[in-house]
């Protein structure tokens, strides 16, 4: 038996499937989950000593790779003053006006602890703004876990064929209207009926949780289109494409300004960390300056501030997103080339660090139902080859894959080769 198979037996004991969340369970590729002792750079090391090149980076925060030291340096420093005050801190302001500069859309923004926090949040507000109940999401999106976006998600809820949770009251649900992603004449139609009702349209700007679908041209321009038509606030969901896609986001990268924007996973350099943001005369309405209640206990932590600005001052080099889109787009036009040479029908998709891998026939990827119609199976068994060549990739077809700055030559070949070896195995 491998570490990775005693510890999950021992984990299983005291927590819900031995993980504390779902997709880490390997339930969408089957077999035991690795279990990490050690990350560093492109490699996660398990407990087994074996070495991986990581194309998780922990779900998309470490675009530094892992163990940055100068990231580790500034929590290291920060960790000598104390853990946590709950009261203000001069790095929340660096912070606060560090984000505005970077992303287009944001006058004023307010920290958090999680992706989920930030989603959730930013809806309230949004409806609390607007004085409308009704939300418009897309489906096969994930905005974290709360009870308004547990409908028709995407993420594990997929992964694990649950995308409408057991335990969301009915009536919850009933004011979330989910729509197809990248059909607006949808988004039209069902807005000339009930627009007056709709609080705010949240969308993941590129889709990164039924694997990876970018916007189709026009879509994300409709989107705003619709909510200035109606008096609609619309967010991006930018937990995962956020300082990724590039430095301002997916709404620099596409040059679409939303009201409202949700960060998480890049903004805390690893440590647990989200924030939305936006208009003024939006965000001027949470509590304390107005009547939308939020807080945190921990919100704003100084240890989690340390490594988010290390993290956002070191990606902000010139170049930095245009070499990591360049090794991305490298490492797809490679993994094509070998899936094309074994004679296997494979498709891929890329917005800058983040792709997506498909065993499909089909022109392109722009649907759900595309997404849906991939051969999941064979993710499979090509996942649990790459991992036997040292690759580790998300363990779901439902995911994106993360590239970092830390990825170069060698890691590369490593993957490719990799690749070329899986790709012979399905053949058989
Ligand atoms: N929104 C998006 C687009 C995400 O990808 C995620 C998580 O993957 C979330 C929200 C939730 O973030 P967290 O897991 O930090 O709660």
């Known amino acids: 038996m491998s570490r990775s198979e005693i510890l999950f037996n021992d984990a299983q004991k005291h927590i819900p499937g031995g993980v504390n969340s779902p997709v880490r369970a390997f339930k969408g590729v089957g077999g035991t989950p690795l279990f990490f002792k050690h990350a560093e750079g492109a490699y996660v090391i398990d407990e087994d000593d074996k070495r991986y090149v990581d194309y998780v980076g922990s779900w998309g925060p470490m675009i530094l790779g892992h163990s940055h030291p100068e990231v580790l340096d500034a929590v290291r420093r920060q960790l000598e003053h104390g853990l946590s005050y709950g009261a203000p801190t001069a790095l929340e302001t ?12 944001m006058d004023m923004v307010r920290m958090v602890s999680s992706g989920t926090e930030a989603t959730m949040s930013a809806i309230r507000l949004a409806r609390g703004y607007t004085g409308r109940d009704t939300i418009i999401k897309f489906e096969g999106c994930y905005h974290g876990h709360s009870d308004s976006l547990l409908v028709k998600a995407g993420s594990g809820a997929l992964t694990l064929g649950v995308p409408s949770s057991p335990g969301v009251p009915a009536a919850f649900a009933t004011h979330t209207l989910t729509l197809p992603y990248n059909d607006l004449g949808a988004v039209k139609a069902a807005l000339a009926e009930v627009g007056q009702e709709i609080a705010c349209i949240i969308v993941e700007p590129v889709a990164g949780n039924m694997n990876c679908v970018p916007p189709a041209p026009g879509f994300l321009e409709g989107l705003r289109q619709q909510c200035d038509q109606h008096g609609i606030v619309l967010i991006f969901d930018e937990v995962m494409t956020g300082f ?58 100084p240890l989690a501030m340390a490594a988010g600005l290390a ?38 998709t890329q917005v800058g660090a983040m792709f997506g891998l498909y065993f499909s026939g089909a022109d392109d990827i722009v649907t759900f139902q595309d997404v849906m119609a991939s051969d999941a199976e064979r993710f499979k068994r090509f996942f649990h080859l790459m991992l036997e060549g040292g690759i580790y990739l998300a363990p779901s077809a439902f995911e994106a894959g993360f590239t970092s700055i830390a990825h170069g030559a060698t890691e590369l070949q490593t993957t490719l080769d990799a690749a070329e070896h899986a790709f012979a195995q399905l053949k058989q």
């Open 94 to 105: 660096e912070m606060a006006d560090l984000i505005c500069s970077l992303v287009p859309s």
């Open 244 to 301: 990724r896609v590039a430095l301002g986001g997916a709404q620099a990268y596409y040059k679409i300004t939303p009201d409202l924007s949700t960060f998480g996973k890049i903004v805390g350099g690893g440590m647990p960390v989200g924030c939305f943001g936006g208009k003024r005369a939006i965000m001027e309405f949470i509590a304390p300056l107005g009547p939308v209640y939020q807080a945190g206990t921990l919100s704003g932590n």
């Open 311 to 348: 993290t956002l001052k070191l990606i902000s080099r010139p170049g930095f997103h245009q070499e990591l889109g360049e090794y991305t787009s490298q490492l797809l036009q490679g993994l094509q080339e070998r899936a094309d040479a074994a004679g296997i029908p494979f498709v891929t």
